[in-house]
């Protein structure tokens, strides 16, 4: 399959056949009077969390000339959000990636100083390949815990798994037989969350978008029939099925990515001050009895 | 002074030769011999020239720390460690412009270490 063409209305259409449970509500526009359409029935199951991604506090450069307010804004947004999530989920690269390790821990450290501000307390985090490759995770465990666990919540497993603190982009055997583990007391139909940085399946790898080891995770998750992945790094929205697995990506807060493979390098999308915004944002991921997705993508300002 | 010009010129060629002769040979087995350093957060060189149906071996030295190589097109990978020679032998089947990157995370400009495989006949 062409992942290049893999579209929103595609991905809706494999919706529409019966392989997937995400529904989209995205392209609801700007933060202010953006509301997530509550189903309108809710069970005691159903609940509703937020990912975050690709933040690089500590980042500077032409690409996001405000670059240290916008995570500050977003903690802003959310908080002013009308619907508050049960938590928030931050799929990696916290912070920009230097190669002293001091200014690596004052970004954390900073990093973590300003999501306290988030009136949502309950914060899971995993390591992008900026906060973890240099130093195998060293310092990303001193200030943010695991590289790889688990979870559950309302009658979901959420698995986190680690793609990064390998410089070459392993998940590793080690991690695979944690991960063999991990689901194999879960029965098949089991709803699975699986929450990663980069993506599992080979999206784009001439621009390094993909998990070397990617497809061994993929055939461990294959055995379950209830499996959705949210992942980062791209820095923009992207969907996409594996089998059964849904995989989505999200937009970043930082500078958005082109599409994969629309022109020769990888480079960021200018920016532009007209629309300082234009790309960056967060998803709201509606989970209704465990089993279905309702997506809202929200922008962090004017567009 | 046309003379001055033409000594001037001959010099040029003479280190042009040499710097090929530094970056490219032959090996014994008639491999197309190319030398590739790697450091932050660029290849040098980034276009690498070969020929169709060519034997060639790339040899990565790295000046500074790890790094990596990969073609996806060609189904080509190595490791480029520090301090050691690192050979990656391959005789070019198709035709075109193929993208390589350095696929080893290595700090803030990674994103930047990349490059061409150019194959022409």
Redesign the interface.
Known sequence: MDFNSQNRREFLQLVGLGVGGVVFASGLGQLSGCATSRPKTQSEDDFYFLQLSDTHWGFKGPPNPEADVTLKNTVNLVNALDRQPEFIVFTGDLT????DADLRRKRMGEFKQIVDGLNVKSLRFMAG??DA??DAGKAYQEFFGELHYSFDHKGVHFVVIDN?SD???SIGQGQLAWLRSDLQRLDSQQPIVVLTHRPLFGLY????WSTQDGDAAIAVLQKYQNVTVFYGHIHQEHHFMTGQIAHHSARSLIFPLPPPGSQ????PVPWDPAHPSKGLGFRGIDAQGGRDYRLAEFSVGKE | MALSWARSLIVLLLISVRVLAGSEASSAAGEQVIKVTAKKFEFSPSVIAVHLNAPVVLEFTSLDR?H?F?V??LKLEA?IKAGETTRVRFVPDKLGTF?F?C??????G???M?GQIVVTN
């Open positions: 920009h990636t230097t190669d390949e900026h490759s240099l990064v410089p070459g982009a790898p001439q621009w390094d020769p390098k990888r480079a | 790890l990596g990969a996806p097109d490791e993208p990157h696929n080893r995370f290595c700090g803030s990674h994103e930047d990349n």
